[in-house]
């Protein structure tokens, strides 16, 4: 089993230099202006200037430092006990899009790093989320009951492969 050690650190901030641009000293004429240099932003203007738009994307700080700069880099489509309720809260249609919505975005970003050839580790690992507290054993039953519901692949196990003691 791994060991988690340390402190948990922005992948972004880690291993990247902060880029930024000076400030545009003309006007200039766009099609589409995406306000905000994250990763939502970054790909919103990709997928724009690939259908053709001419794009400004506008960030008042480096790219990547503000949401996006404070991730670890994992793409998941759990997000702590989400689906259980989503489901109660908004019904399984909308769960089910939450989901596929995830999945697909993996999924592009999977796409892209093979088409550019980009090296960065991707790789797809298991989920998990999970409780060292005896107590959030119902809630995690839950979620398993909501992955049932949704058709998504996933059940309970009693250990994960790394260690937090």
């Not at 650190?9 to 880690?14: C, D, E, H, K």
Request: proline letters at 1%.
């Amino acid at each position: 089993m791994n060991k988690l050690v340390g402190e948990s650190r922005s992948f972004w901030r880690m291993s990247a230099k902060g880029l930024s641009y000076t400030k545009l000293a003309n006007t200039v004429e766009v099609d589409v202006a995406v306000v905000g240099g994250g990763i939502s932003g970054i790909l919103a203007s990709y997928f724009l200037a690939k259908k053709g738009k001419k794009v400004a994307l506008l960030e008042s700080r480096e790219l990547i430092s503000g949401t996006t700069g404070g991730t670890t880099a994992k793409l998941s489509a759990q997000h702590e006990l989400v689906y259980n309720k989503l489901i109660k809260q908004s019904g399984e249609g909308l769960a089910r899009l939450y989901y596929e919505a995830n999945s697909k975005a993996i999924d592009m970003a999977e796409s892209l790093v093979k088409e550019y050839g980009i090296d960065c580790d991707f790789e797809r690992t298991d989920a998990y989320v999970f409780s060292q507290k005896e107590s959030s054993l119902e809630q995690l039953e839950s979620e398993e009951i909501a992955y049932r519901k949704l058709g998504i692949d996933g059940q309970m196990v009693d250990d994960i492969p790394i260690s937090f003691i």
